[in-house]
T-cell receptor, first 116, second 112 residues
Framework: ETGVTQSPTHLIKTRGQQVTLRCSSQSGHNTVSWYQQALGQGPQFIFQYYREEENGRGNFPPRFSGLQFPNYSSELNVNALELDDSALYLC???????????????FGPGTRLTVL | SQQGEEDPQALSIQEGENATMNCSYKTSINNLQWYRQNSGRGLVHLILIRSNEREKHSGRLRVTLDTSKKSSSLLITASRAADTASYFCATAYSGGYQKVTFGTGTKLQVIP
């Protein structure tokens, strides 16, 4: 158990809809990253938030957006869903920068999104 | 895009045997990490090796890093059925933020 939780576990949406996925980081972890993992592939970095600001982004379009809140929770929002957005979405939190282990990520169990 | 490539893509061994997985990457890194993933769920961090280290051990795990060849290997000794999972290497580079890039994974099956 990493202490990182995600909700919901599974979600089914139709093309064109919008979705919000939620993550609760471990207490004291002020960095959260989101990943998309397609079936049979490794996780792909979407973006990272540090102290409620986006400070890094992968090769994903603007319809993927996020928020991080002071209570160590965060959201991933995806607008105008496409069939290719079907994947496992993982969030990972890291201890505060400068602290021992700050370069280790602790993953949640993921949300499996299916777009029909 | 994937930074790392794991080799082999799939590996099937008998319980008690050793399992070796390799990872190659393309750009400079600060550290390389190995993760395990069971049945398409969350990833579990196994071990981190920094760019100035050559070998690291953790229990039955041994990781080597050769930055001149841009490659790493993960050795699991005396494998158990519970080691059946997908294993990913992930390279990390800090340039304003720590960007972690995962490889394509090795699917390990340990037969009891």
């Amino acid at each position: 158990e990493t202490g990182v939780t995600q909700s919901p576990t599974h979600l089914i949406k139709t093309r064109g809809q919008q979705v919000t996925l939620r993550c609760s980081s471990q207490s004291g972890h002020n960095t959260v990253s989101w990943y998309q993992q397609a079936l049979g592939q490794g996780p792909q970095f979407i973006f990272q938030y540090y102290r409620e600001e986006e400070n890094g982004r992968g090769n994903f379009p603007p319809r993927f957006s996020g928020l991080q809140f002071p209570n160590y929770s965060s959201e991933l929002n995806v607008n105008a869903l496409e069939l290719d957005d079907s994947a496992l979405y993982l969030c990972a939190s890291s201890p505060n920068r400068g602290m021992i282990g700050s370069d280790t990520q602790y993953f949640g169990p993921g949300t499996r999104l299916t777009v029909l | 895009s994937q930074q790392g490539e794991e080799d082999p893509q799939a590996l099937s061994i008998q319980e008690g045997e050793n399992a070796t997985m390799n990872c190659s990457y393309k750009t400079s890194i600060n550290n390389l990490q190995w993760y395990r993933q069971n049945s398409g769920r969350g990833l579990v961090h196994l071990i981190l090796i920094r760019s100035n280290e050559r070998e690291k051990h953790s229990g039955r795990l041994r990781v080597t890093l050769d930055t001149s060849k841009k490659s790493s290997s993960l050795l699991i000794t005396a494998s158990r059925a519970a080691d059946t999972a997908s294993y990913f290497c992930a390279t990390a580079y800090s340039g304003g933020y720590q960007k972690v890039t995962f490889g394509t994974g090795t699917k390990l099956q340990v037969i009891p």
